[in-house]
């Protein structure tokens, strides 16, 4: 039982008050570079948990989440924090040196020291320090997936963003694709970005992929959409007026030698791209008559760059034929194949980032899954980068490039470019190659993608699972990590009794362990023959028996187990044959290893009670038939209560007011535990459960609008603007050993919060002599929280005395250099014992129903979260003994929030 120390407690007496208070307490180089990429395939996985039984999204379905989260929070202000999530409670745990996906920056010509660049997932960062560090401009717009940041050349405190990332190219193959990472329209500021506010012509607009602003008119825009092609505004955004529709735009931009004219891409069907062109500064459109004026296939998207030196060149890079460079001379009209042979960039819809030099139109640089440069207009092309994660080349999967203001071909050729890993600068770009002449600009922008995160009270580490930036590891304070394994990384799992070992995934259930605490992790996939594209998710369950840290399950099309999770080999085995779905969702009975449940893709779920038996018997829990009692959705998640074996929680995908479900007999019965209005949770995916292990009613919520808590079992439940925001919140967990919370996000990197619950344990016994003696506790509705007061309540004290006193001391072994209990018979009191040290007395009248109260006061101090004190009550009873004191049994109060 933790204590506060005495030297670090000030206590103090006065009026009948007592105040406590107490002061404050490298890449790895052997992690294995994967050979491909799979943007669509992590796309796919994430629509699949958003979608229905039927695979269908609700109209606003993301905006309506976010209205049902306001009105939780302004519900939550009035009541105390829920689950003991405090205000403050949260701390960023970083990665300070991983950042995740971005695709836009811009550079504010004043000053170029000072940038704004957009995290697809994390919301919009500032520097003042061309990239040194970074701050989070706003934690609570409307939607924090910013792929477009646009400056008005001609008054740069104005400017725009775009919400909603659609660089994707899986639109055919999911119906309702267009409302994936929905966006909120465009948010404008006129100061610089201190301020924001949503443009309300755009509120419906679901991926805004560009804006491109007049440099002859600050009041005309054109910006490009997914879905609904390009819209004009000539208010400055206040309305706008659609001038070219289709299914998808990813670029528009206005001539800089000639704003009357203007250059766009536009899909008019998923599987057709071409290239459009304007010359009445955007108000009509033509299609290309030549080279690109339809180009077939789905990776074909087309990226777009003026060549500022020679009026009307424009160049276009295209994923069809494995990456290709286009060149038009009349303004986009005309195209002629550049590239050929052997110079594919590898360009797609995914990763396609064009530049042209402005005083050089020989000079191209392409990005894709690496960067390429042309000094000979495009026709041939070398590769000059080869990043990885925490490389100072650029992450592999380049999105775009920026000059900086003051490039001019000569004394400065500063490039950014935009990666999966965040941002790199080239400050010679004509100079820069591979291994040579980059920077790497991620620190402090803590913007990583995470599916998910454990963590381990020794050395207090977390692990986690990133998009694209493998798994990554943070130990103590420092918020710098280290690379553990490469690839995209998934879910993780930590030894409870030997945190040497830890277990991680990359995409498709390719398992790795690390048995030097993660430092470096090795496969040991070898044998589990899911671990395929087919045979799993793209992101798959993997759990390690909490009662036998050497079993290990993972889930595909089939269920996996391990017996030697430390040994080699490891040695897997089926234990759950192909039901016709893939397993989403692994949950193991804390203190019952042959209770397992598993739940699958389309619903259903299963239960086994001899899991450690070679070929366990399956029961189907919900069958989606007959027996179906919960959703047919993909159950994301499968916790049981560690406090109760047969209390299992089960969460849904889907945009839904049903996706948190409760059985009270180990599976055979459900109850939907979701809240009531306005204390509900949103209808939105919840990823996560987690339950407080000295408390089965507290409960933690993660979800795509944030995390939410519950002190009712999910009768009730509450949430603040407090912490990592409203970012998709992918895991929570406890960190073994620990009252501390691990919160995944997809977006803001990992948080974890101290959430102690208050907590009153008697201890010790009263005057054994006494048939009565007093007895001491802690008010129900005022127990010891961090910042309030606790109330001490005592009764079976003798009525008509005129006061208690309450003994309250920080150590229930010593007192003064003399051992406790100390027996009282010395005093006159034989039968009673000192429980406590006696460090203050706080006396309090005895009421003529023989009760007493003290009121405790906690300071607003987060170091006391988790400490004790200790009290006794020392009460008058003439004639039982000769002293006539007594004392009740002793009471440790824990403080939490």
Same mark, same amino acid.
Not at 658 to 672: E, F, M, T
Not at 758 to 767: I, S, Y
């Given at each position: 039982?933790?204590?506060?120390?005495?030297?670090?407690?000030?206590?103090?007496?006065?009026?009948?008050?007592?105040?406590?208070?107490?002061?404050?307490?490298?890449?790895?180089?052997?992690?294995?570079?994967?050979?491909?990429?799979?943007?669509?395939?992590?796309?796919?996985?994430?629509?699949?948990?958003?979608?229905?039984?039927?695979?269908?999204?609700?109209?606003?379905?993301?905006?309506?989440?976010?209205?049902?989260?306001?009105?939780?929070?302004?519900?939550?202000?009035?009541?105390?924090?829920?689950?003991?999530?405090?205000?403050?409670?949260?701390?960023?745990?970083?990665?300070?040196?991983?950042?995740?996906?971005?695709?836009?920056?811009?550079?504010?010509?004043?000053?170029?020291?000072?940038?704004?660049?957009?995290?697809?997932?994390?919301?919009?960062?500032?520097?003042?320090?061309?990239?040194?560090?970074?701050?989070?401009?706003?934690?609570?717009?409307?939607?924090?997936?910013?792929?477009?940041?646009?400056?008005?050349?001609?008054?740069?405190?104005?400017?725009?963003?775009?919400?909603?990332?659609?660089?994707?190219?899986?639109?055919?193959?999911?119906?309702?694709?267009?409302?994936?990472?929905?966006?909120?329209?465009?948010?404008?500021?006129?100061?610089?970005?201190?301020?924001?506010?949503?443009?309300?012509?755009?509120?419906?607009?679901?991926?805004?992929?560009?804006?491109?602003?007049?440099?002859?008119?600050?009041?005309?825009?054109?910006?490009?959409?997914?879905?609904?092609?390009?819209?004009?505004?000539?208010?400055?955004?206040?309305?706008?007026?659609?001038?070219?529709?289709?299914?998808?735009?990813?670029?528009?931009?206005?001539?800089?030698?000639?704003?009357?004219?203007?250059?766009?891409?536009?899909?008019?069907?998923?599987?057709?791209?071409?290239?459009?062109?304007?010359?009445?500064?955007?108000?009509?459109?033509?299609?290309?008559?030549?080279?690109?004026?339809?180009?077939?296939?789905?990776?074909?998207?087309?990226?777009?760059?003026?060549?500022?030196?020679?009026?009307?060149?424009?160049?276009?890079?295209?994923?069809?034929?494995?990456?290709?460079?286009?060149?038009?001379?009349?303004?986009?009209?005309?195209?002629?194949?550049?590239?050929?042979?052997?110079?594919?960039?590898?360009?797609?819809?995914?990763?396609?980032?064009?530049?042209?030099?402005?005083?050089?139109?020989?000079?191209?640089?392409?990005?894709?899954?690496?960067?390429?440069?042309?000094?000979?207009?495009?026709?041939?092309?070398?590769?000059?980068?080869?990043?990885?994660?925490?490389?100072?080349?650029?992450?592999?999967?380049?999105?775009?490039?920026?000059?900086?203001?003051?490039?001019?071909?000569?004394?400065?050729?500063?490039?950014?470019?935009?990666?999966?890993?965040?941002?790199?600068?080239?400050?010679?770009?004509?100079?820069?190659?591979?291994?040579?002449?980059?920077?790497?600009?991620?620190?402090?922008?803590?913007?990583?993608?995470?599916?998910?995160?454990?963590?381990?009270?020794?050395?207090?580490?977390?692990?986690?699972?990133?998009?694209?930036?493998?798994?990554?590891?943070?130990?103590?304070?420092?918020?710098? %990590? &280290?690379?553990?394994?490469?690839?995209?990384?998934?879910?993780?799992?930590? /030894? *409870? $009794? !030997? #945190?040497?070992?830890? =277990?991680?995934?990359?995409?498709?259930?390719?398992?790795?362990?690390?048995?030097?605490?993660?430092?470096?992790?090795?496969?040991?996939?070898?044998?589990?023959?899911?671990?395929?594209?087919?045979?799993?998710?793209?992101?798959?369950?993997?759990?390690?028996?909490?009662?036998?840290?050497?079993?290990?399950?993972?889930?595909?099309?089939?269920?996996?187990?391990?017996?030697?999770?430390?040994?080699?080999?490891?040695?897997?085995?089926?234990?759950?044959?192909?039901?016709?779905?893939?397993?989403?969702?692994?949950?193991?009975?804390?203190?019952?290893?042959?209770?397992?449940?598993?739940?699958?893709?389309?619903?259903?779920?299963?239960?086994?009670?001899?899991?450690?038996?070679?070929?366990?018997?399956?029961?189907?829990?919900?069958?989606?038939?007959? %027996? &179906?009692?919960?959703?047919?959705?993909?159950?994301?998640?499968?916790?049981? /209560? *560690? $406090? !109760? #074996?047969?209390?299992? =929680?089960?969460?849904?995908?889907?945009?839904?007011?049903?996706?948190?479900?409760?059985?009270?007999?180990?599976?055979?019965?459900?109850?939907?535990?979701?809240?009531?209005?306005?204390?509900?949770?949103?209808?939105?995916?919840?990823?996560?459960?987690?339950?407080?292990?000295?408390?089965?009613?507290?409960?933690?919520?993660?979800?795509?609008?944030?995390?939410?808590?519950?002190?009712?079992?999910?009768?009730?439940?509450?949430?603040?603007?407090?912490?990592?925001?409203?970012?998709?919140?992918?895991?929570?967990?406890?960190?073994?050993?620990?009252?501390?919370?691990?919160?995944?996000?997809?977006?803001?990197?990992?948080?974890?919060?101290?959430?102690?619950?208050?907590?009153?344990?008697?201890?010790?016994?009263?005057?054994?002599?006494?048939?009565?003696?007093?007895?001491?506790?802690?008010?129900?509705?005022?127990?010891?929280?961090?910042?309030?007061?606790?109330?001490?309540?005592?009764?079976?004290?003798?009525?008509?005395?005129?006061?208690?006193?309450?003994?309250?001391?920080?150590?229930?072994?010593?007192?003064?250099?003399?051992?406790?209990?100390?027996?009282?018979?010395?005093?006159?009191?034989?039968?009673?014992?000192?429980?406590?040290?006696?460090?203050?007395?706080?006396?309090?009248?005895?009421?003529?129903?023989?009760?007493?109260?003290?009121?405790?006061?906690?300071?607003?101090?987060?170091?006391?979260?988790?400490?004790?004190?200790?009290?006794?009550?020392?009460?008058?009873?003439?004639?039982?003994?000769?002293?006539?004191?007594?004392?009740?049994?002793?009471?440790?109060?824990?403080?939490?929030?």
């Amino acid at each position: 039982m933790p204590r506060l120390s005495p030297s670090r407690v000030l206590v103090a007496l006065a009026a009948g008050l007592l105040i406590l208070g107490c002061t404050k307490g490298t890449p790895d180089a052997s992690a294995t570079k994967p050979p491909v990429d799979y943007p669509n395939d992590a796309a796919a996985w994430r629509v699949r948990r958003y979608a229905d039984e039927n695979g269908a999204i609700p109209e606003r379905a993301w905006q309506t989440a976010l209205e049902e989260r306001a009105r939780v929070v302004a519900a939550s202000e009035l009541l105390p924090a829920a689950g003991g999530i405090a205000r403050g409670a949260w701390v960023s745990r970083g990665p300070s040196n991983v950042a995740g996906r971005s695709r836009a920056i811009v550079i504010d010509p004043r000053n170029p020291q000072r940038l704004l660049m957009g995290s697809v997932s994390g919301g919009l960062w500032r520097s003042t320090d061309a990239g040194a560090t970074w701050a989070i401009v706003d934690d609570w717009w409307a939607n924090l997936s910013v792929p477009c940041v646009t400056m008005d050349p001609a008054n740069p405190d104005v400017l725009y963003v775009g919400t909603g990332e659609g660089f994707y190219s899986l639109a055919h193959l999911v119906r309702s694709f267009s409302h994936f990472v929905r966006g909120a329209g465009v948010l404008k500021s006129t100061d610089g970005g201190q301020t924001w506010t949503q443009l309300p012509g755009t509120a419906t607009w679901q991926h805004t992929t560009r804006i491109a602003v007049s440099p002859a008119n600050s009041n005309l825009l054109l910006a490009s959409r997914r879905p609904g092609g390009i819209a004009r505004s000539t208010d400055g955004g206040q309305t706008w007026t659609d001038v070219a529709t289709g299914d998808s735009s990813f670029q528009v931009l206005f001539d800089p030698n000639d704003p009357t004219k203007a250059v766009a891409h536009l899909a008019p069907t998923p599987l057709v791209h071409g290239v459009i062109t304007s010359v009445d500064s955007g108000a009509t459109w033509q299609p290309a008559v030549t080279g690109l004026a339809t180009v077939n296939g789905e990776n074909s998207r087309i990226e777009l760059c003026y060549a500022r030196s020679v009026p009307g060149m424009v160049y276009a890079s295209t994923g069809l034929n494995g990456g290709r460079v286009w060149r038009s001379t009349d303004g986009g009209r005309n195209w002629v194949l550049r590239s050929g042979g052997t110079s594919a960039t590898s360009a797609g819809y995914y990763y396609n980032g064009l530049w042209v030099d402005p005083t050089n139109e020989n000079v191209v640089v392409v990005g894709a899954l690496n960067v390429w440069r042309s000094t000979d207009g495009g026709t041939t092309l070398t590769s000059i980068s080869n990043g990885y994660i925490m490389t100072t080349d650029p992450h592999s999967d380049v999105h775009s490039f920026t000059a900086d203001p003051g490039y001019n071909g000569t004394t400065n050729r500063r490039v950014y470019a935009t990666t999966d890993g965040g941002l790199h600068v080239a400050d010679d770009i004509l100079a820069a190659g591979r291994g040579t002449g980059w920077r790497d600009l991620d620190t402090t922008q803590r913007s990583s993608q995470f599916y998910g995160a454990a963590g381990h009270g020794t050395n207090d580490v977390v692990v986690g699972g990133t998009q694209d930036n493998g798994t990554l590891r943070m130990v103590g304070a420092s918020t710098t %990590a &280290n690379l553990v394994y490469g690839g995209d990384g998934g879910q993780v799992q930590i /030894d *409870p $009794t !030997n #945190p040497s070992y830890t =277990y991680g995934e990359t995409q498709y259930l390719g398992v790795h362990r690390s048995s030097n605490g993660g430092q470096s992790a090795t496969s040991i996939t070898s044998g589990l023959s899911d671990a395929s594209s087919t045979g799993s998710n793209f992101i798959s369950p993997l759990r390690l028996d909490p009662n036998d840290p050497l079993r290990l399950y993972a889930g595909g099309a089939r269920l996996w187990r391990t017996t030697n999770a430390r040994g080699s080999p490891v040695g897997w085995t089926i234990v759950k044959a192909d039901a016709g779905s893939l397993i989403a969702s692994i949950a193991i009975t804390p203190g019952a290893s042959d209770r397992v449940y598993v739940g699958h893709n389309d619903g259903r779920l299963y239960r086994t009670t001899n899991a450690t038996a070679a070929s366990p018997t399956w029961i189907t829990i919900d069958d989606n038939g007959a %027996a &179906n009692p919960l959703p047919n959705r993909v159950p994301t998640r499968l916790v049981v /209560d *560690p $406090t !109760n #074996p047969n209390v299992v =929680y089960v969460t849904f995908g889907g945009f839904a007011a049903d996706n948190l479900w409760r059985s009270g007999d180990a599976g055979v019965s459900w109850q939907r535990v979701t809240g009531a209005a306005p204390l509900a949770l949103p209808s939105a995916p919840v990823y996560g459960i987690a339950v407080h292990p000295d408390d089965g009613n507290v409960l933690y919520a993660a979800t795509e609008v944030g995390v939410f808590a519950s002190d009712d079992a999910g009768a009730h439940w509450t949430t603040s603007n407090d912490g990592p925001a409203n970012v998709v919140a992918e895991e929570i967990t406890f960190m073994h050993g620990t009252r501390r919370l691990v919160l995944a996000t997809l977006g803001r990197g990992i948080w974890t919060a101290d959430v102690a619950r208050p907590r009153a344990a008697a201890f010790g016994t009263a005057c054994t002599a006494q048939a009565q003696p007093p007895r001491l506790g802690v008010d129900p509705l005022a127990p010891a929280r961090v910042g309030r007061s606790t109330n001490l309540l005592g009764s079976d004290l003798r009525a008509g005395q005129p006061a208690a006193t309450l003994l309250l001391g920080l150590s229930d072994q010593t007192w003064g250099g003399v051992g406790l209990p100390l027996a009282l018979d010395f005093a006159g009191m034989p039968t009673c014992r000192l429980l406590v040290s006696v460090d203050v007395l706080v006396p309090a009248p005895i009421s003529a129903g023989g009760t007493a109260s003290w009121t405790v006061p906690i300071p607003e101090d987060r170091n006391l979260l988790g400490r004790t004190f200790f009290t006794q009550i020392l009460s008058p009873d003439p004639g039982v003994n000769a002293a006539g004191l007594v004392v009740s049994a002793g009471l440790a109060v824990t403080i939490g929030w």
